[in-house]
């Protein structure tokens, strides 16, 4: 069984507490999202769900915590002010560059 | 480019031979990546295919939730709620294991999440609203389309990676190894002909010279006997 850990602001902290994940921190900052995601590391959480707000501030940190392992899985996701359309630009980058031409999406 | 040979190498009929062996390797070894290039390529089209629809689901539930979530805020007071939401019990159990793509492990979640009721919950009824019943299963539910968003995200980067990789294999042998092997068997095959001419030549000119010598010796001993 593993478990999964989100890493936001307080209302998607809380939101995701009522949803029922019980490894939750709430940071305002990018030290604290370091800390935070570190912990997560070290008790091997699998899948750790953050914010992308928070996401792009520590976004180096992640790319050289996790590199191309399989685990822990990073979900970002959008916080309560919407989305910043990062996540998916990466993904459409990543297309663009592995299959050599822009897929309309 | 097409001058470029194998540094420093002997012109012998060994090392064409074991030339030839390594092309024919690499040729091989160029046509089977390239089948695991396209064959990745495939793949990683299919997840492309479903991506789309999860990533749209997952934020548009994800939205739901949230909106629920100000609700139940409005309805009862942010401490009330944040209160709330430490006491609800993990509910989330997610199997994760891995399955193989032409050689690239990707994950493969398997989530178990029964359906709650609002006793199983486990936060108090005196004090909280329906709408946080609301924002709780709606949070449940988006939980479910992001780890499986999650899920093919990461098949999708890990893919790309093994794509970017092999491709470079498939390049480097296609426009580097393989015709610098050509070119060197070309280059010692050459140079082995070159050889053979000039010893050709040069058993030519080592039979007239002794055939030079023996008419001379003829000619002579010819001459002593015409004298005698």
């Known amino acids: ?99 050599g031409v822009e897929m309309v999406k | 480019m097409a001058q470029d040979i194998i540094d420093g190498i002997n012109p012998t009929r060994m090392e064409l031979l074991s030339l030839k062996n390594r092309t024919k390797l690499a040729v091989k070894g160029h046509g089977l990546l390239k089948e695991k290039r396209d064959a990745l390529i495939k793949e990683f089209f299919d997840i492309l295919d479903r991506v789309k629809g999860i990533r749209e689901n997952a934020e548009l539930s994800l939205k739901e939730a949230n909106d629920a979530l100000l609700e139940a805020q409005i309805a009862m007071g942010d401490l009330a709620v944040r209160k709330a939401a430490l006491s609800v019990k993990e509910s ?15 994950p493969v979640t398997n989530v178990k999440m029964e359906e709650r009721s609002i006793i199983d919950r486990g936060y108090g009824f005196s004090d909280t609203t329906i709408q946080l019943d609301e924002a709780a299963k709606k949070f449940e539910e988006s939980l479910k389309y992001l780890i499986e968003l999650g899920e093919v995200e990461k098949t999708i980067y890990l893919l790309a ?33 070159e050889m053979e001419r000039e010893n050709f030549v040069r058993l030519k000119m080592i039979r007239s010279t002794i055939e030079k010598n023996e008419k001379a010796a003829a000619a002579a001993e010819a001459a002593q006997n015409a004298e005698a």
């Open chain 1, 1 to 99: 069984m593993s478990s999964v850990a989100i890493i936001g602001d307080i209302d998607t902290v809380s939101g995701f507490r009522l949803g029922g994940v019980k490894q939750a921190e709430v940071v305002n900052t990018a030290e604290e999202a370091i800390a935070a995601f570190d912990k997560f590391l070290e008790d091997e959480i699998s899948i750790i769900i953050i914010t992308q707000a928070m996401a792009n501030e520590i976004r180096e940190h992640i790319n050289r915590k996790i590199g191309s392992d399989v685990l822990p899985m990073i979900i970002e996701i959008p916080d309560k002010d919407g989305s910043a359309g990062g996540s998916s630009d990466q993904i459409n980058d990543l297309i663009k560059r592995v299959i």
């Open chain 2, 92 to 106: 989330i159990d997610v199997d994760i294991t891995s399955r193989s793509v032409m050689g690239v492990a990707v």
């Open chain 2, 161 to 193: 990676e093994e794509i970017e990789a092999t491709k470079r294999r498939v390049n480097a042998l296609e426009h580097i190894m393989i015709p610098r092997f050509q070119n060197t068997e070309k280059y010692i095959d050459m140079r082995l002909q």
